[in-house]
């Protein structure tokens, strides 16, 4: 399994731009992956979990990565959350 915390810096969050190129990132996957924050589990392959978890600048959040290329998906999912900038 692959855990990392993250804490989201871009000044908008996840809202609708960032969260549907998530959501394009993950689905090419075979992994299970869960976005973790304080107040909810989000499944980064739906837009509207994504949105609907209300990721906002200053969020720490835990990414959970279980799978057959869990390394992989990891890694680019942290980076693509760090480097946002938006």
Same mark, same amino acid.
């Given at each position: 399994? $692959?855990?990392?915390?993250? =804490?989201?810096?871009? =000044?908008?969050?996840?809202?609708?731009?960032?969260?549907?190129?998530?959501?394009?990132?993950?689905?090419? $996957?075979?992994?299970?992956?869960?976005?973790?924050?304080?107040?909810?589990?989000?499944?980064? =392959?739906?837009?509207?979990?994504?949105?609907?978890?209300?990721?906002?600048?200053?969020?720490?959040?835990?990414?959970?990565?279980?799978?057959?290329?869990?390394?992989?998906?990891?890694?680019?999912?942290?980076?693509?959350?760090?480097?946002? =900038?938006?």
């Amino acid at each position: 399994m $692959f855990e990392r915390q993250i =804490k989201v810096s871009n =000044k908008t969050g996840l809202h609708a731009r960032p969260a549907s190129d998530l959501t394009v990132l993950c689905q090419k $996957f075979d992994s299970d992956i869960l976005i973790i924050t304080p107040d909810t589990e989000i499944n980064p =392959k739906s837009i509207i979990s994504i949105l609907a978890g209300g990721v906002s600048q200053g969020t720490t959040i835990r990414l959970r990565v279980e799978g057959v290329d869990e390394e992989e998906a990891g890694e680019q999912i942290s980076r693509f959350i760090e480097e946002l =900038k938006e």
